[in-house]
Every structure is written in structure tokens, then in C-alpha cells.
């Protein structure tokens, strides 16, 4: 099973959460939310060969980490994988979309100077403007967004410049998550927890809620559970040989 997105670093007992992680046999994306933290998470999944660590800088605190852009630039060959880095165009951080769209569009420019990378990608209330950067910097890599809750109209461009999509508990839990997914490529969706904050769990890893995803997933696509988890694996296994050297895949 798989989990594209979570915050490993974030758990009340980091540590923990990456041994039960890695105990349920899960490929886990751990994304940071800042380049200063990547180094000291990466460290939590050392030796981990299922958990991947990614360099991050979120959008809601694009406005105050934009000067940790120089660190995020040095550490991009540490990992093959970028998040969670986009735009948010809620009310709370609307007013530092400037400084957003100068940190993603850095962020996407850093990745094609580095010969593109995985890139876990926060779009909520702004999945146009965020489809605008990508589209700027077509050498990026390969742009997988997080949780998408954009219109139907910008699932379809999305899909067309050739975005992944990672899905969790849930939006299968709502009509209009599951109506979104029906009309994702299967072929090109991950499965993910966005953990610790979804997480019905009393602070711990969340294991059972990729289960449940998969359950949700494979009712949608009118498949088994089983049927649905090869096919997320599958396509892991797609996503990886498009994307990472031999030496990365290990």
C-alpha cells in the first residue's frame, strides 16, 4: 500500500509514526514544510527503504520561510521528490499570494534546473493559478497534486498537461471528492493520508486509513480492494521508472 502524502515530522511521536509506517509495509512520501526541517526528517527514515523524505515549503508560510529558498536550492540534490510546495488561495493566506507565486515558481525553476523531480503539490482554491505556474516550466518533472478540489473544468486541464493525483480517505467520502476521481486517469492516481491532520487516530499513524481509501477507491471504479491496491502499485511502479535514476529507486 501506499501513502503519496503525509507529514511524518508532524506526529506528536515522529518517531513512532515512521516505525508503524514502515511495520504496515507502506511506501510512504514524507513531505516537510520547510527546507529547514528536511534534513532532521530525512533523518527519521533513515534506513527505511519504503519511506521517501521530500524538500518542502509550504504555501502558507511561503510569506515567512522565502528566505530559506537559498537552502531549498542546495539541498535539491538530496531527494528525488519536491513537497509540499503550491498555492493556497484561502482567505487566511490570500493576502500573501505574491509571495507564494514567487516561492513556487522559484521552487518549479529549481526543479528544472535540476533535471526535474517528483512534486507533491497543495492547490486548495487555487488549482488555476497553480496549473499557470506549472505550465511555465515544462521541464519541472512530474507535478502530483495533493488532494485536488478544483472544478471539473480544471480537473480536465490538469489532465491534459499530464498532472498526477494523489487521493485520501477523504475525499472519498464525499460526492463531490468521488465525482472528481471518477474522471481522474486511473492510471495516474497514488493514494495518501495527509496525515497527522486528517487522521481520526489519537496521534498515531494512520495505517488503516489507506485501507479505507483503497475500499473507497475501488467502489468508484467498481474493482475489488485487492484489484485497486495493484493498480495504485502499479502505477507507483510507472511513476518511479518515468522519474527516478536506478540509483534513486532503492
Known sequence: MIDFHCHLDLFPDPVAAVAAADKAGLYVLSVTTAPKAFVKTAMLAKGRKRIKTALGLHPEIAHLRKSELALFDRLIAETAYVGEVGLDGSRDYAPY???QEFVFDHILATCSRAGGRIISIHSRNA?????DVLSRHP???TPVLHWFSGSKSELTRAIHMGC???????MTNTTKGRELIARMPVERVLTETDAPF??????????DDID??????ARIWNKSASETNKM????LRALLTANLRPQSTS
Open 164 to 170: 498526477w493525483f494523489s487521493v485520501g480517505l477523504p
Open 212 to 217: 479505507s481509501a483503497l475500499k473507497g477507491l
Open 232 to 235: 495504485i502499485t502499479a502505477n
Open 97 to 99: 499570494f505574491v509571495d
Open 127 to 131: 488549482a488555476t493559478q497553480v496549473l
Open 198 to 207: 486528517t487522521s481520526q487516530s489519537t496521534g498515531s499513524y494512520p495505517a
Open 139 to 141: 521541464r519541472m518533472g
